[in-house]
C-alpha cells in the first residue's frame, strides 16, 4: 500500500536533494525536494545473496532510506523473474534533465513513462501543459498515471512505441528518454521544433543532441556512465552451444576488457549486445558470453581462446577496439551525427575512427 507524504519522507528526500547538487545551483533542485519518489515506488526489489528478487516495500527495514538514496531501483520483473523496468538513478536523472535545457514554455515528450517519478519532475518545473510521457507498456503507463495524480501532477501520458514519438502533441521542444536506444528514430525528429534538444541514452552512455534542420541532428555525449533498460524488441538468443562447436581461435584481448575499458566503445560498435560471465570457484572471471540480436555470438576465454558463430564476428569488433583505445575512453570524447540517411558515432573528431548504428525506420 502506497503510504501518504510525511515528515520523515520529506526530510529524507531533502537529504537526497541536497546531495544530488552538492551546494551547486540548480534549476531542478526544488524538483527533487518536492516531488515524493516513494509515492513514484511503493515497492521495488533487491538480490539477496543467492540471486534471488526480494521485495521492498513501506515498512519493510531500509525501505525508505534506500528510496532516497542515489540508487537506481528495480520496480518491475517479467515472467522469467528478468527485470524489465526501473527507477533511474537520481542523480543519472538530474544531469540528463540538466542536459536537457528545459525552459519554461518548453514542450518536452518523455520516452518511457516507467514508474512515472520523471514525468512528475518534469511537470513539476514546466507544469503540465507542457509534458507528455510514452510507454509501451500498458499496465506502468495505468500505475504511473494514478501515481502522478496523487502527487498532484497530470501531464499527457499514453501507451505508445516509443520509436513512434507521439506527433498528435507535437512539435516537441525537447525530447528525453528513459529507455536506452540503439539509434535515433527518425519520427522523433520529425516531430521536433528546429533547435530541439534530444538527450537519449545510447548504450552504456548518454547523448545529447540539437536538431540542425529537418532531419540532422549533431551533439556529443554525456561524460556521465549510464546504461538504461533498452526499448523492448525482438532479437535472438546467444548460441553458446553452436559456439562451443566451432573452431577456436587465439585472442591477446582479455575478457575482462569488454567488462571494463571497452564497454562503451562496444555498445556503439555493436549496438543492442548483451554479455554475461562464466566464473571460476574463487569468483574471478573466466569466460566472457557476448551475443547480439542477429544471433551473432562470441565465446572468449582467459586462457585467450575465443569462439565465434553467426553472421558477425562479434570479438573481431572487439579485438579492432582494443587497438584503438589503451585505456577506458572519456564519453564526451564521442560526438554523434544523425541525417535522414546514416547515424554514425565518432571518436574524437569527424576524422576520428567512426561506427555506423543500425538504420531505424
Known amino acids: 500500500m502506497t503510504q501518504p507524504d510525511n515528515g520523515a519522507c520529506a526530510a529524507a528526500r531533502q537529504r537526497m536533494a541536497a546531495d544530488l547538487v552538492a551546494g551547486r545551483?540548480?534549476?531542478?533542485?526544488?524538483?527533487?525536494?518536492?516531488?515524493?519518489?516513494?509515492?513514484?515506488?511503493?515497492?521495488?526489489?533487491?538480490?539477496?545473496?543467492?540471486?534471488?528478487?526480494?521485495?521492498?516495500?513501506?515498512?519493510?527495514?531500509?525501505?525508505?532510506?534506500?528510496?532516497?538514496?542515489?540508487?537506481?531501483?528495480?520496480?518491475?520483473?517479467?515472467?522469467?523473474?528478468?527485470?524489465?523496468?526501473?527507477?533511474?538513478?537520481?542523480?543519472?536523472?538530474?544531469?540528463?534533465?540538466?542536459?536537457?535545457?528545459?525552459?519554461?514554455g518548453h514542450r518536452v515528450l518523455e520516452l518511457g513513462t516507467g514508474t512515472g517519478y520523471n514525468a512528475a519532475l518534469l511537470c513539476h518545473r514546466l507544469g503540465d501543459a507542457n509534458v507528455t510521457s510514452i510507454d509501451i507498456d500498458p499496465g506502468l503507463v495505468d500505475a504511473a498515471t494514478g501515481r502522478l495524480l496523487l502527487a498532484g501532477a497530470n501531464p499527457t501520458v499514453a501507451v505508445r512505441d516509443g520509436a513512434e514519438?507521439?506527433?498528435?502533441?507535437?512539435?516537441?521542444?525537447?525530447?528525453?528518454?528513459?529507455?536506452?536506444?540503439?539509434?535515433?528514430?527518425?519520427?522523433?525528429?520529425?516531430?521536433?521544433?528546429?533547435?530541439?534538444?534530444?538527450?537519449?541514452p545510447l548504450g552504456y552512455g548518454v547523448v545529447r543532441l540539437t536538431v540542425t534542420s529537418p532531419?540532422?541532428?549533431?551533439?556529443?555525449?554525456?561524460?556521465?556512465?549510464?546504461?538504461?533498460?533498452?526499448?523492448?524488441?525482438?532479437?535472438?538468443?546467444?548460441?553458446?552451444?553452436?559456439?562451443?562447436?566451432?573452431?577456436?581461435?587465439?585472442?591477446?584481448?582479455?575478457?575482462?576488457?569488454?567488462?571494463?575499458?571497452?564497454?562503451?566503445?562496444?555498445?556503439l560498435a555493436l549496438p543492442g549486445y548483451t554479455s554475461c560471465t562464466w566464473r571460476n570457484d574463487q569468483g574471478d572471471v573466466d569466460a566472457v558470453g557476448l551475443w547480439t540480436p542477429d544471433g551473432s555470438t562470441a565465446i572468449a576465454h582467459t586462457s585467450g581462446t575465443v569462439r565465434q558463430i553467426g553472421p558477425r564476428r562479434l570479438w573481431d569488433t572487439i579485438e579492432d577496439l582494443a587497438k584503438i583505445f589503451g585505456d577506458e575512453p572519456e564519453r564526451d570524447t564521442f560526438l554523434l551525427t544523425v541525417t535522414p540517411a546514416r547515424q554514425t558515432v565518432f571518436y574524437a573528431d569527424t576524422d576520428g575512427p567512426s561506427w555506423d548504428l543500425p538504420a531505424t525506420p
Not at 180 to 195: D, E, N, S, V, Y
Open 25 to 104: 545551483p540548480s534549476e531542478w533542485a526544488d524538483a527533487f525536494t518536492s516531488v515524493p519518489r516513494h509515492l513514484f515506488v511503493p515497492r521495488f526489489y533487491q538480490q539477496d545473496t543467492t540471486g534471488a528478487w526480494q521485495p521492498l516495500s513501506w515498512g519493510t527495514p531500509g525501505y525508505l532510506e534506500t528510496v532516497y538514496s542515489d540508487a537506481a531501483l528495480t520496480t518491475q520483473l517479467d515472467e522469467h523473474g528478468v527485470p524489465n523496468s526501473s527507477s533511474s538513478q537520481p542523480s543519472i536523472m538530474l544531469a540528463m534533465l540538466k542536459a536537457l535545457d528545459a525552459a519554461e
Open 165 to 200: 514519438g507521439y506527433p498528435d502533441r507535437g512539435p516537441y521542444d525537447r525530447v528525453i528518454s528513459t529507455v536506452g536506444l540503439h539509434a535515433i528514430p527518425k519520427p522523433l525528429l520529425q516531430q521536433t521544433t528546429p533547435g530541439a534538444v534530444l538527450v537519449p
Open 215 to 267: 532531419g540532422h541532428a549533431t551533439g556529443r555525449f554525456l561524460a556521465t556512465p549510464a546504461h538504461f533498460m533498452t526499448r523492448r524488441t525482438d532479437g535472438m538468443a546467444p548460441r553458446f552451444d553452436a559456439a562451443l562447436e566451432q573452431s577456436p581461435t587465439d585472442s591477446s584481448v582479455p575478457p575482462a576488457d569488454l567488462l571494463g575499458r571497452l564497454k562503451f566503445p562496444a555498445s
